[in-house]
């Protein structure tokens, strides 16, 4: 599992590391899932809301960037009548990660939900020391690390010694930015291979769930330049270690679908969900 985090770990160290919102409560029932082709195999997102609140959901691991950080707390929790995921981060940074090999091709549509209490004042991912988000979604991606530049196959080379394990190919980010439009895709200052998608910023949806449908080949396209590999990782990060800051955040369950799901008769309503590319 390892194997997976070591992209943006080694960022940390070597730095010292849509359409307009409708309404929405809850997860798309099983029935649209089932519609829209949810994969069903080994290689699925295990989901956060099959499992009893109190612990940590099963199949998912934790992402540890650097030992001498304070940690993000996660906890499974029952709210809304559901079982969610719950993050607390006090000048902390780690994560939740879970190992999937999975199609991209015939699973192109990521959906997830998030909720957080408020946004991380003054935070701005454009900038890497104050490079804090009260909520990510991690996406590590497989490839031909032969075909990269040098530059970034000497990075990776220089973790793979340092660490021990492996990079992924690429890794892309979905994050909550305090300033930067929805769309906007944020480069790493220490690899090309890592890449954050804005998916929400600044109050808007503060205190509500929020359910996003993205297209992760398009995203990832223009992100990188060029088609996804399968999809090997899949992980939530909440973090405040730059600004020091603490927040409070919940993620709901995350999925991959063929088409891009649509809401279930009777949950319009109390939050918001997001879809497509751009605001």
């Not at 804090?132 to 032969?146: A, Q, T, W």
């Not at 998608?197 to 109050?203: L, T």
């Not at 992100?223 to 709901?252: M, Q």
Request: hydrophobic letters at 40%.
């Amino acid at each position: 599992m390892k194997r997976l985090l070591v992209p943006f770990a080694i960022s940390l160290l070597l730095a010292g590391c849509a359409q307009q919102p409708i309404s929405t409560t809850a997860a798309v029932s099983d029935a649209t899932l089932a519609a829209a082709g949810e994969n069903r195999d080994a290689g699925e997102v295990k989901l956060f809301s099959v499992n009893p609140a109190g612990g940590l959901p099963n199949g998912w691991e934790p992402l540890i960037l650097l030992r001498t950080k304070n940690q993000t707390q996660y906890k499974l929790v029952n709210k809304e009548d559901r079982t969610v995921l719950h993050a607390r981060a006090e000048k902390a940074s780690s994560g939740l990660m879970q190992k999937v090999a999975i199609d991209l091709e015939n699973n192109p549509w990521l959906h997830w939900q998030w909720k957080i209490a408020d946004l991380i004042h003054g935070a701005d991912n454009t900038d890497h020391a104050t490079e804090d988000s009260p909520v990510r979604i991690i996406l590590g991606f497989d490839g031909d690390k032969e075909s990269l530049p040098f530059a970034d196959q000497i990075l990776f080379e220089t973790a793979r010694i340092m660490t021990g394990y492996e990079f992924p190919y690429a890794t892309l980010m979905y994050i909550w930015e305090n300033k930067a439009p929805v769309g906007t895709v944020i480069r790493s200052k220490h690899s090309s291979r890592i890449k954050m998608m804005v998916a929400a910023r600044g109050n808007k949806g503060i205190g509500e769930w929020q359910s996003f449908a993205r297209n992760i080949v398009e995203d990832y396209e223009k992100a990188f330049g060029e088609k996804p590999g399968r999809l090997i990782g899949v992980g939530v990060l909440t973090d405040t270690d730059n600004t020091g800051a603490s927040v409070e955040a919940w993620y709901g369950d995350i999925r991959l679908l063929r088409e891009r799901g649509m809401l279930a008769a009777g949950e319009e309503k109390g939050g918001s969900l997001v879809v497509g590319q751009s605001e």
